[in-house]
């Protein structure tokens, strides 16, 4: 149960942070050829990125941000980065306790707890990560595409 408090507070305060630091409207580089091709479904450079441009349609179709497309779309961005730093948590408490099997022990449960929290929120606030995540850029989803099988394969591999 204290695993999962952690996920979530992991989650929840680095969505809070990126979501109060994203950018309120279109912003330099590829991210505003990814809102206009998210609202009218047009077709970016390649290699296209599709399935960024369908979820990008559906979040500029929201109530949110009511005056601007733009900051519709880079919501997207916050909220997967912050699924990602939940599931990099996930990763290392895997990983900890592949190496280390003292799980009876609640203050050694409660280190490894903190220990990949702080290491989470670590990568969380690194500046590449940080500086994808809060515009409308493809890196936040990759990221998170990438954490989820990266998880999966590690909780497989306990389950085989």
Known sequence: MTNKIFAGIAFVFSLIIYISTMAPTTSFWDCGEFIACSYTLGVPHPPGTPLYLLIGNVFSNLLFFINDIGA??????????????????????????????????????????LS???????????????FNAV??????????????????????????
């Open 135 to 160: 515009e409308a850029e493809v890196y936040g989803m990759s990221t998170l595409f990438t954490a989820i099988v990266v998880w999966l394969a590690l909780k497989w591999s306990n389950n085989r």
């Open 116 to 130: 990949a929290f702080i290491g989470s929120l670590l990568f969380a606030f690194t500046d590449s990560q940080w």
């Open 72 to 113: 519709r779309v880079n919501l997207i961005s916050p909220i997967v980065s912050a699924f990602s730093v939940m599931f990099l948590y996930l990763i290392i408490i895997e990983l900890i306790n592949k190496w280390f099997r003292y799980k009876d022990d609640k203050i050694f449960s409660l280190s490894v707890y």
